[in-house]
C-alpha cells in the first residue's frame, strides 16, 4: 500500500527529472489524455501564468463523470512545478441532482512529475464543502470540512491523505426530523487504483482492481431522529481501522475499532445515561464482487470483546444484581461456496456449501458453541435455496443457572422462562460437564430433519 510519504517521494523525483509547464497541464487536459479533460474554457497568457476563464473540467471518463466548474484558474509556473490557483469557491456536479459548492480560499495545489504523468499535491489546507442532493423531490444536504488536509494524487495509480479532522454531516430536507454525523480525529487513508475507475461507464471495460486502507485515531458517529421526541444515537472509538480491496471478481473487506462506546440520549428515553462500552469490534468479509462463472468462495468473520452495558441499563433489568455481570463475548467465522445461473435475467445466486467455522458466545454466566456444516442440493427453482445436507452442533454451558437467575427478576415474565425450560427439555440433551445440554441437528438425505436422533420435520 502505498503512503503519503511515499507519493512525495515520487512527486519530489519525477518534479526533479522533468517539468510541467502550464502550458503542458492545459493542453494534456484539452486533449483528454489523462482523467482531466476540458469541456470549457479559454486560456489567456499573463505574465507567464496561464489564466483559464469559465472553466468546466471532467473529473474522470464519461459524460457522467463528475464536473468541476470555476470562473476562473490560474496555472502559475513554479520552479519546475505548476501551482493551481482557483477562486476561493467553486461548484462540482455529479450525477443527477448532485451538486456541491467547495470553499477553500487558501487552498495550496502543485502538479509535478512529467506531463504525460502528472501528479496532484495538497498541502496543508482547510477545506470546506456544502453539497445538496436531489432525488425523487425530496433532497438532502450535506457539508463536510477538513482540517489540515494533506493528500498526493496521481490519476493513474491511486492517492494519500491524511487531515488532522474530517467531518461530515447530512440532513435531509428542511422539515425532515433526522441528520447523521461522521467526524474522524488523526485521518490516515491510501488508495491504489486507478481514480478513473469510479466513473468509468461499465461498457468501457475499465477494471476495477484496487486497494484501500483507512486508519483514525478517533471516530464518531452519531444520527438524531425526532419522530417521537428527539433522541441522539451515538457511536464513538478510539483507534479505528478499514481496509478493502478488489479485483474484477472478489471483494475483500476487514474492518475493527476498539474503545468503542455506545450511547442513547433524549427526553423520549427512560434512561439518563444508556450506554454499551465494547472493547473491540472486528468485521471481515469477503465475497465475489459480480456474478461469475463457476462457483466462488465467501466469508465472513465477526468479533465482539467486552461488551458491557452502562449501570442504568443495568439497574433497569437487574436492580437486584443477580445476574454475572462480566463482559459479553462474540465471535462468528462462517464460510461457503456461491454459485450463480448465469442464464437468468439477472443471474440468480444459489448456495452450495455453507460452514458454520466458530460460534462462540458467552454473556450473563452461560456460553453457547456451535460448528457444522451442511452442502445444497441444487435448487429446483433458480434464486430459491437447494435442500441442504449435513450436520449442525451446539453446546450450551451455564443456562439452567441463568434460568435460576432470571426467575428471581421481576423484570422477567415467568411464563417466558417456562417456555425456555420446556424448549432446554425438548431440543436438548445433557452433555459432558455440570449444568451442560447439547443439540444435534442433521439434514437427512432424504430430507429428514433430525434433533438430537428424534425427527422432527422434514424438507420439501
Do not use: C, K
Not at 462540482?92 to 502538479?111: F, H, K, Q, S, Y
Not at 486502507?213 to 451515538?234: C, F, K, L, N, Y
Request: aromatic content about 4%.
Amino acid at each position: 500500500m502505498r503512503s503519503i510519504s511515499t507519493f512525495a517521494l515520487v512527486l519530489a523525483g519525477t518534479a526533479a527529472s522533468a517539468d510541467i509547464a502550464p502550458d503542458d497541464l492545459w493542453q494534456r487536459w484539452t486533449t483528454g489524455a489523462g482523467a482531466i479533460s476540458v469541456v470549457e474554457g479559454t486560456a489567456r497568457e499573463e505574465d507567464g501564468t496561464l489564466v483559464v476563464e469559465g472553466a468546466v473540467l471532467r473529473l474522470g471518463r464519461g459524460e457522467t463523470a463528475p464536473r468541476l466548474a470555476a470562473s476562473t484558474l490560474r496555472l502559475v509556473p513554479v520552479e519546475g512545478t505548476t501551482r493551481i490557483v482557483p477562486p476561493e469557491s467553486w461548484t462540482v456536479t455529479g450525477g443527477e441532482g448532485v451538486e456541491a459548492r467547495v470553499t477553500a480560499p487558501e487552498l495550496d495545489l502543485v502538479v509535478g512529475g512529467a506531463p504525460d504523468a502528472p501528479v496532484y499535491r495538497v498541502e496543508e489546507a482547510a477545506l470546506g464543502a456544502t453539497a445538496t442532493v436531489s432525488d425523487a423531490g425530496s433532497s438532502t444536504g450535506l457539508t463536510l470540512t477538513a482540517e489540515d488536509l494533506l493528500a498526493e494524487i496521481d490519476p493513474a495509480t491511486g492517492l494519500g491523505l491524511t487531515a488532522a479532522a474530517l467531518d461530515l454531516r447530512a440532513v435531509p430536507a428542511a422539515d425532515a426530523p433526522e441528520s447523521v454525523s461522521v467526524a474522524y480525529e488523526g485521518l490516515h487513508l491510501s488508495f491504489e487504483g486507478p481514480l478513473a475507475a469510479f466513473s468509468a461507464p461499465a461498457t468501457e471495460g475499465v477494471p476495477f482492481a484496487m486497494s484501500l486502507e483507512a486508519e483514525a485515531g478517533r471516530h464518531v458517529a452519531s444520527a438524531v431522529s425526532d419522530q417521537t421526541g428527539p433522541i441522539t444515537a451515538t457511536v464513538a472509538s478510539g483507534p479505528v481501522r478499514t481496509s478493502v480491496s478488489s479485483s474484477e471478481v472478489r471483494v475483500d473487506a476487514l474492518s475493527s475499532m476498539s474503545g468503542v462506546t455506545l450511547t442513547a440520549e433524549g427526553p423520549a428515553l427512560p434512561l439518563t445515561d444508556a450506554r454499551v462500552e465494547i472493547a473491540a469490534l472486528s468485521l471481515g468479509v469477503s465475497s465475489p464482487a459480480a456474478p461469475v462463472e463457476g462457483p466462488e468462495p465467501v466469508s465472513v468473520d465477526l468479533g465482539l470483546a467486552g461488551v458491557s452495558p452502562g449501570e442504568q441499563i443495568w439497574q433497569l433489568f437487574d436492580p437486584e444484581g443477580a445476574l454475572p455481570r462480566d463482559p459479553a463475548e462474540l465471535r462468528l467465522s462462517a464460510s461457503g461456496v456461491l454459485s450463480w445461473d448465469m442464464a437468468a435475467d439477472p443471474p440468480a445466486p444459489a448456495l452450495e456449501r455453507a460452514q458454520l467455522e466458530t460460534l462462540r458466545l458467552s454473556a450473563l454466566g452461560a456460553a453457547l458453541t456451535g460448528q457444522g456444516g451442511v452442502q445444497f442440493n441444487p435448487p429446483a427453482t433458480p434464486g430459491t435455496p437447494g435442500r441442504p445436507l449435513g450436520a449442525l452442533g451446539f453446546t450450551l454451558e451455564g443456562a439452567n443457572a441463568l434460568l435460576d437467575r432470571l426467575s428471581g427478576l421481576s423484570s422477567v415474565p415467568q411464563g417466558q422462562l417456562l417456555g425456555l425450560r420446556m424448549g432446554l427439555g425438548l431440543f436438548t440433551r445433557p452433555g459432558e460437564g455440570e449444568d451442560t445440554v447439547t443439540t444435534e441437528i442433521e439434514f437427512a438425505p432424504d430430507g429428514a430433519i433430525v434433533v438430537n436422533g428424534t425427527m422432527i420435520g422434514r424438507q420439501p
